[in-house]
């Protein structure tokens, strides 16, 4: 957590000198230019373009990783894992869920709950009476249907509710995963072998998750 909150200046500094550059070079007419001095010019204002988002982007992130990663005390994240394969507005139904565990920057991943898990769900979980309106009493009924509304702010705070009820455990945030976000996160992991002897990898990710296990 030091190196990183040490990295947040850097990546600051970082940002403001791609900014500057970019501005510096932005008129900067390069066809006014001979080819063996435009050239260069031009590549360099293209890849200072294409790296704009990024340090912003970085510098984003590095403002609050210490703090999502516990530095200021434990945290607990609900993870909804959310299945395209039976859609709702939002995404994907989400069925499954886990608890991520994080504190001073030591992170732990805990046990899945299912469905299955939450039974005889009371009527304290009010949803907005405008998505009741739209989807039905069942939207505050049914963990799986909650994304059926397109806002995931009002979805998270439902989920958080429910989670906390039945668990009682405090949650500080949600977060909602799929199989397409899953497939970016393995290509930067590596593959992971299953109990089932498959291999789950960026390019195999949905498919088998959103097909192959329907089939079998």
Same mark, same amino acid.
């Given at each position: ?10 990546? @600051?500094?970082?940002?403001?000198? &791609?900014?500057?550059?970019? %501005? ?39 403002? +609050?990783?210490?703090? =999502? ?17 039976? &859609? ?8 499954q869920r886990a608890l991520l565990h994080v504190a001073?920057?030591? +992170? ?15 009527? %304290? ?12 009493? +069942? ?12 806002? =995931? ?5 439902f989920s958080k509710r429910v989670y906390e009820y ?28 299953? %109990? ?6 960026? @390019? ?13």
């Amino acid at each position: 957590l030091e190196t990183l909150s040490s990295l947040d200046a850097l990546v @600051t500094s970082l940002g403001k000198g &791609v900014e500057d550059a970019s %501005s510096l070079l932005a008129d900067v007419n390069t066809e006014d230019l001979v080819p063996a001095l435009g050239e260069p010019i031009s590549k360099l204002q293209r890849y200072l373009e294409k790296a704009k988002p990024f340090t912003v982007q970085a510098s984003s992130v590095m403002s +609050i990783l210490p703090s =999502f990663l516990g530095a200021e005390g434990e945290r607990n994240y609900l993870l909804l894992f959310m299945n395209n394969a039976e &859609v709702n507005s939002l995404g994907g139904d989400s069925a499954q869920r886990a608890l991520l565990h994080v504190a001073n920057g030591s +992170i732990e991943l805990g046990g899945t709950t299912s469905s299955n898990d939450l039974k005889d769900m009371p009527d %304290s979980f009010d949803m907005p009476e405008s998505a009741v309106d739209v989807f039905g009493g +069942i939207i505050e009924k049914d963990m799986n249907l909650a994304t059926s509304r397109p806002d =995931f702010p009002s979805v998270g705070d439902f989920s958080k509710r429910v989670y906390e009820y039945y668990f009682g455990q405090r949650i500080d945030g949600v977060i909602a995963l799929d199989p397409v976000m899953l497939s970016y996160l393995l290509r930067a992991t590596g593959p992971i072998p299953l %109990s089932t002897g498959d291999e789950l990898n960026s @390019t195999n990710v949905a498919s088998l998750l959103l097909h192959d296990i329907y089939l079998r």
